[in-house]
Nanobody, 120 residues
Framework: QVQLVESGGGLVQPGGSLRLTCAAS????????MGWFRQPPGKQRELVAS???????NFADSVKGRFTISRDNDKNAVYLQMNSLKPEDTAVYFC??????????????WGQGTQVTVSS
């Protein structure tokens, strides 16, 4: 059973920073792309950033230059460093991982979500 556990969300003032952590646990054979999505209140879930196993990254235009994504392949973990936060970054942030539990079984997994609120 694979689980993704997120941490690091909370309340921060505009201009502040937060670092989200997501760790995948269970019987994991290989981890491919990992990433972060977010769902603002009343809106659809959207991609924030992703990173491949080789380290190639992709960012939503709205967070470019403010957010960075990194990963630790040995720990099956992915991190999202969020700087210069804006009220419009307020959302539930979800970790996402494309991984395999055996050579032939590959699926996409989601974390339970962590709330990020940017407000003065």
């Amino acid at each position: 059973q694979v689980q993704l556990v997120e941490s690091g969300g909370g309340l921060v003032q505009p201009g502040g920073s937060l670092r989200l952590t997501c760790a995948a646990s269970g019987s994991i054979y290989h981890t491919y792309t990992m990433g972060w999505f977010r769902q603002p209140p009343g809106k659809q879930r959207e991609l924030v950033a992703s990173i491949t196993a080789g380290g190639s990254t992709n960012f939503a235009d709205s967070v470019k230059g403010r957010f960075t994504i990194s990963r630790d392949n040995d720990k099956n973990a992915v991190y999202l460093q969020m700087n210069s936060l804006k009220p419009e970054d307020t959302a539930v942030y979800f970790c996402n991982a494309d991984l395999s539990v055996t050579l032939w079984q590959r699926n996409t997994y989601w974390g339970q979500g962590t709330q990020v609120t940017v407000s003065s």
